[in-house]
């Protein structure tokens, strides 16, 4: 008797086949921190250190136990509490706010870019007016490398420069972009990325880390990585946290980053088919000049009219899994309403979270599985 099967699911993001490629590699790299049992601050923390330097070009990389405790660390360090505002584009995830309140400060949400989907600077001015306005004091500014692609780092550097602020590149999604020829990790006071599974450079576990060319800045956030630790570990100078990457993690992405400018070719090759496929059929993301992007995400906008729910359970239908990021644009979630939006509202931030869709998206996507995922979106919108 025939009976319909369902097609196999495409992996949204296939950690598995990079797990296969770099499977002796890894498990050697996990065997020698096994053999030390150096597992805080072992050598490949520093090793990673200075390989993640010498690829950014930053000065300085202090890696921690988050890209979430990256972006925390800067604001201690930076002395950002009660009475302050930070600026944060709410097309993002929640973390970049997050950081922000819990050092008691507010953050003040502003709008993103129609195409590029980071910060609008014009918005980013409307925030700093309506921060001062509610007797706040603007101090900084955390622009987004979102999905893969840097913010417009030259504008908002204009801004901020004259305005008195400090730069914190969240690129969390876009560790391994550039922006005009430079690689993130030199923008602003400091650049925090995350080593999330799921980011295009991924640990088996948490890991973030900070890049700054700021010497005074790098010590200081060595020292809140580790309760914040003086001279010796019982003269503690400031509040820390814990946040140390652990060496098994560090050895992991030693590895990885070996093959990382090779992953992101891949991603861009994935990338550049979908848009050439879809792009007369959905609104495909796009680059601003001068930028590159890592494809963390590959998010596409459907047009007015279509059904978003009932275009992922059709692709679903089909063995094509789809994420959205983001549902709820951050001053919409409830822990974050009561806190204030740039004079004009975030129209933008708000639009998108209704339209916005992602597809899979990872190096190790074959041309054949491509097709599959183009043919399903073709299928959902006819359908």
Known sequence: ????????????????????????????????????????????????????????????????????????????????????????????????????????????????????????????????????????????????DLFGQSADHDAVAVVAKAEGLFVLDDAAQAFGASYKSRKLGTFGLATATSFFPAKPLGCFGDGGAIFTDDDELAHTLRSIRVHGQGSDKYDNVRLGLTARLDTMQAAILIEKLKIFDDEIAARNRVAERYSRALGNLVAVPRLAPGCTSVWAQYTIRLYEGIDRNAFATTLKALGVPTMIYYPKSVHQQTAYSHYPVADGGLPVSERLSKDVIALPMHPYLDEATQDCVIAAVRSALSS
């Open 1 to 144: 008797m025939n009976q319909h099967m369902s097609p196999k699911p495409i992996p949204f993001i296939d950690i598995i086949a990079q797990r296969q490629r770099l499977g002796k590699s890894i498990d050697e790299a996990v065997a020698r921190v096994l053999d030390h049992c150096q597992f805080i601050n072992g050598p490949e923390v520093m090793a990673l250190e200075g390989a993640l330097a010498k690829y950014s070009g930053a000065k300085h990389v202090v890696t921690c136990a988050s890209g979430t405790d990256a972006l925390l660390m800067v604001l201690m360090a930076k002395n950002v509490g009660p009475s302050d505002a930070v600026l944060c584009p709410s097309f993002t995830f929640c973390a970049t706010a997050e950081v922000v309140t819990l050092t008691g400060a507010t953050p003040v949400f502003v709008d993103v870019d129609e195409v590029t989907f980071n910060i609008d600077v014009n918005s980013f001015k409307r925030g700093i007016a309506t921060a001062r306005g509610r007797g706040l004091k603007p101090v900084g500014v955390i622009p987004v």
